[in-house]
Each structure stands twice: as structure tokens, then as C-alpha cells.
């Protein structure tokens, strides 16, 4: 799931991204109402946090450029104003919800799963690895007929290799997007992760679907037992033959 965050306040922005980043959605932040114009136009989200005073283009007026558009995306919106007026502008600016702070983070989680699952035309399409199967909606996962608990690192950690399946990532990839550090791309805490989900994922299951690649990174890809070559084996009954 990616969320485009408008927030002017830098560490409160901060704080809520990190939350959500570790709820597993992808997040796109954005500290003006011009940026997130740009950024609602040029990308596909599944919602939208905005903030009402917004430098330049307020909340209300980026909500409304955005229905006007023509699209359907959910709106949350937020403010410091605990006014009926206030909320029934932003409501009537196209908004789902109204979110009033402080509020806790909690909430805000719930309110966002609730407008994605309102809105949403069609169940969110699961990411799909092999016999791995990730639901986005509903942050579960299975694979065959095993259901798979994972804490919400490990599903950040899993989300983030699932949607670059088939592909190396990084440790320093890993590191700022799933855990949003750029500094220490060294740490350990990325082959804990990587032990914990191997364990989960892949004990007692005939092929592996995580592979570390030493100095380069890890894995996630679908891999086939290897079919016997019957050749020889003709081979060899044509010697009998003989």
C-alpha cells in the first residue's frame, strides 16, 4: 500500500511516517500543498494523509484539485482546528474522513484501513511469490496451506522483498527503506530479520524462497526443484540393448 503524507510540521511528518513505514505502507511525504499536487498527479496511491494548513495550497484546496481530477483516491484529512465548520469544509473539499490532533497513532491506522477498504472498487490484489501469498489489505500471510505470523518488521521487511521479487536487494536499500537509516548499512539487524523470516518461510518446505548472497544482498524469488535429465537414462538403456 503507498500513502502520499502532506504535513508541514517536519518532526511530527517524521514520526507518523515512521509509524507507517513500520505498519508496512510505502510512504511519499510531502511538505507543501504544491508537492503534494505534484506528487498526487504523477503517482497511484492507495490514500492520502493531508494536512489542512498546508503552506501555499491549503489542505482543502489540494483536496479539491484532486477531485477534481476525477479521482477517487480516500482523503484523509488533518487539523489542529476542532471546529464543525472546519470539518464539514474539508468534507465538502472532497474528504473521506477528519482526523482532529492530536490523535493517536492508533486511530489513525484504523481510520486509514477502514477508508482503503471503503472506497477500494476491488479487494487489493495480494503479492503473490511462488506458493507465497501476501495480503496487502489485511497485512497476512500463507504459504500452500500455512498460515505465516509475522511481527510488522518482519512484514515491512518481507512487503519490501516481495514487490522487488526476483531481484538482489541491498543492505543499504533495506536499511532506508524498511528501517529508514542511511548511516548504518552494516548493522546486523537486517540478517536477524533475514534468520527470522527464513525460519518462518522456509522450514519444512521443500525449496526456499529467501536466499542471502554474501557482500550482496538478499533474495525472494519462486525456485523450482530441479527436473532429472532423462538422457542418460536412455542412454543407458540403449547400451543394455546392445
Known sequence: MRILFAEDDQELRASIARGLR??????????TGSQALTLSAANDYDAVILDVLLPGKNGK???????????????LMLTAL????????????????YLTKPFDF?????????????????????LVVGDLVIDTLRHSVRR????????????????????????????????ANVW?????????????YASRLRR????????????TL???GFLLEASEPAKPSVRPLRKRAARRRE
Open 22 to 31: 513500520e505498519a508496512a505502507y510505502e510512504v511519499d511525504e510531502a511538505d
Open 61 to 75: 484546496v489540494v483536496c479539491r484539485a484532486i477531485r477534481d481530477r476525477g479521482s477517487r483516491v480516500p482523503i
Open 82 to 97: 476542532d471546529g464543525v465548520d472546519q470539518r464539514i469544509a474539508g468534507l465538502d473539499a472532497g474528504a473521506d474522513d
Open 106 to 126: 492508533g486511530e489513525l491506522l484504523a481510520r486509514l484501513r477502514a477508508l482503503i477498504r471503503r472506497v477500494s472498487d476491488a479487494p487489493a490484489t495480494p
Open 144 to 175: 500452500g496451506r500455512r498460515d505465516i505470523v509475522l511481527t510488522a518488521k518482519e512484514f515491512a521487511f518481507l512487503l519490501y522483498l516481495a514487490r522487488n521479487a526476483g531481484r538482489v536487494v541491498s543492505r543499504a536499500e533495506l536499511m
Open 180 to 192: 529508514e537509516d542511511t548511516r548504518n548499512t552494516f548493522s546486523n539487524i537486517i540478517d536477524v
Open 200 to 211: 518462518k518461510l522456509d522450514d519444512g518446505e521443500r525449496a526456499a524462497l529467501l536466499t
Open 214 to 216: 554474501r557482500g550482496s
